[in-house]
């Protein structure tokens, strides 16, 4: 089974505004693994091939923090 490979620029300033990406990211079904980094403002995530980007984009959204851009295996798509 294949799987993808997410990345986006969140704009996070605080511990608190990373961990909440992070929670909605450990909830979310079909997720393998993520890093959220508020250094570099990126929250980088594999899920299998089943989870489409836009889910991961509303997830993300929901928590109230701005996505500056996202990428969906290695391709730049819309935010």
């Known amino acids: 089974m294949s799987e993808h490979n997410y990345k986006f620029n969140v704009t996070m300033t605080c511990g ?21 980094s508020l250094d570099t403002q ?14 991961v984009l509303e997830k993300i959204k929901k928590t109230g923090k701005a996505v500056n851009s996202g990428e969906a295996d290695g391709v730049a798509q819309p935010v």
Request: glycine share 8%; aromatic share 6%; hydrophobic share 40%.
């Open 42 to 55: 990126t929250a980088d995530i594999v899920t299998d091939a089943s989870v489409d980007y836009a889910a």
């Open 16 to 36: 608190g505004c990373s961990g909440a990406v992070e929670r909605v990211l450990k909830k979310m079904d079909g997720v393998k693994s993520y890093t959220v």
